[in-house]
């Protein structure tokens, strides 16, 4: 789930957060949206905006859920104090070729640059019509550290950007937020794979088991995380192989979420 570079080169129309007092609306489930945006996702894994649409319309009590628990964590207290937006350190080139060779950083760093991805390409998408992406509240701000955390999350996990990667990817994200959109996108990708001739759907299952069984990533520190070896942080977080998600050649990972003829 990213955004390439080229749709940068356009004038970037940032909305103007609202000001502090501003409230958020009641979260409420939207399952009819989500249903239709998961729809035109299955037929399209690169509309990444239908994405956006079902965490809105599914997510909101979860991402509150998740700014308390970052509260109650070692250091979720100054994390939440600090209130770092990670789009724009993500985007700070100097800082990503600073991070050393084998590290988390230079993993991320590598991917983004080869898939020509950005940060901020992301947040554009996030940024539906009616969205309360910007506004400054910190459930607002724990949603923006969900998204821009997402590409960081594949090189931890080890799944690529094909739609089993991202099928496994969403499931090992429900894991982590509880946020019933990521479940929706997981079994709607399953449905899709009934009956292939890969362990697509056990590929997808592995991913919640990997997610369930780790470290609460949304609780780290990510520029100490991002300096730090990626087999070792692996290992410190209890992240474990994608055995069953390695196994399946990747030319036939993209297979695993066809599009409706």
């Known amino acids: 789930m990213a955004m390439t570079a080229d749709a940068l080169d356009a004038p970037i129309l940032r909305q103007a957060a609202p000001s502090a007092?501003?409230?958020?609306?009641?979260?409420?489930?939207?399952?009819?949206?989500?249903?239709?945006?998961?729809?035109?996702?299955?037929?399209?894994?690169?509309?990444?905006?239908?994405?956006?649409?079902?965490?809105?319309?599914?997510?909101?009590?979860?991402?509150?859920?998740?700014?308390e628990r970052l509260l109650t964590t070692a250091r979720g207290g100054r994390i939440a104090y600090?209130?770092?937006?990670?789009a724009d350190k993500l985007m700070d080139d100097a800082w990503l070729d600073s991070l050393p060779v084998g590290s988390v950083g230079a993993a991320y760093r590598d991917f983004i640059?080869?898939?020509?991805l950005s940060a901020e390409g992301l947040a554009e998408?996030?940024?539906?019509?009616?969205?309360?992406?910007?506004?400054q509240h910190p459930y607002a701000w724990m949603g923006r550290r969900t998204r821009d955390v997402h590409d960081i999350w594949h090189i931890l996990s080890g799944y690529h950007r094909d739609g089993l990667g991202e099928a496994c990817l969403v499931a090992f994200s429900y894991a982590q937020t509880k946020g019933l959109g990521w479940a929706l996108i997981a079994l709607g990708a399953m449905s899709r794979s009934r009956g292939a001739n890969y362990p697509y759907n056990k590929a997808i299952w592995q991913g919640y088991k990997r997610g369930k069984a780790a470290a609460w990533l949304l609780g780290e520190d990510y520029e100490r995380l991002m300096a730090?070896?990626?087999?070792?942080?692996?290992?410190?977080?209890?992240i474990t192989p994608a055995t069953i998600y390695d196994s399946i050649p990747p030319e036939a990972r993209d297979a695993a979420v066809p599009k409706r003829v």
Do not use: H
């Open 21 to 67: 007092d501003v409230r958020l609306p009641r979260p409420r489930l939207q399952w009819g949206a989500a249903l239709k945006a998961l729809q035109r996702l299955l037929n399209d894994k690169e509309d990444t905006g239908q994405v956006f649409e079902i965490m809105r319309a599914l997510n909101g009590t979860s991402t509150a859920r998740c700014y």
């Open 82 to 86: 600090e209130r770092q937006e990670m």
């Open 113 to 116: 640059r080869s898939e020509d």
């Open 125 to 135: 998408v996030s940024r539906i019509e009616g969205a309360e992406v910007d506004i």
């Open 228 to 238: 730090e070896p990626l087999e070792s942080a692996r290992k410190r977080l209890g």
